[in-house]
Nanobody, 122 residues
Framework: VQLQASGGGLVQAGGSLRLSCAAS????????MGWFRQGPGKEREFVAG????????QYADSVKGRFAISRDNAKNTVFLQMNSLTPEDTAVYYC????????????????WGQGTQVTVSS
């Protein structure tokens, strides 16, 4: 399985960005796609996840109401729409895939993309 993330960049506080992550290879038909981030001097943290079958989503408290995760089944692509960005959202954002199709526990995500930098200026 390969994951290719894109869409990062520099944005002013209050702005928006949309990240994309395309999955290829033997993903199967039931998996979980997630977004994680790692800010400067911080540990990697879960941001959002979506179950491919059924579309159930989950968000970290810090992004609820501002970020939205969605998917394009036909393209095996997951998106992260990020609105009302703040400098605290500055991080490298990673997409990841959990083949068990259910869990959003970080340790269950075994395939990782290369990361895309998001920088929010004040």
């Amino acid at each position: 399985v390969q994951l290719q993330a894109s869409g990062g960049g520099l944005v002013q506080a209050g702005g928006s960005l949309r990240l994309s992550c395309a999955a290829s290879g033997r993903t199967g038909t039931s998996y979980v796609m997630g977004w994680f981030r790692q800010g400067p001097g911080k540990e990697r943290e879960f941001v959002a996840g979506i179950r491919w079958r059924g579309g159930a989503t989950q968000y970290a408290d810090s992004v609820k109401g501002r970020f939205a995760i969605s998917r394009d089944n036909a393209k095996n692509t997951v998106f992260l729409q990020m609105n009302s960005l703040t400098p605290e959202d500055t991080a490298v954002y990673y997409c990841a895939l959990n083949p068990d199709g259910i869990s959003m526990i970080p340790s269950r995500f075994i395939y990782w993309g290369q990361g895309t930098q998001v920088t929010v200026s004040s």
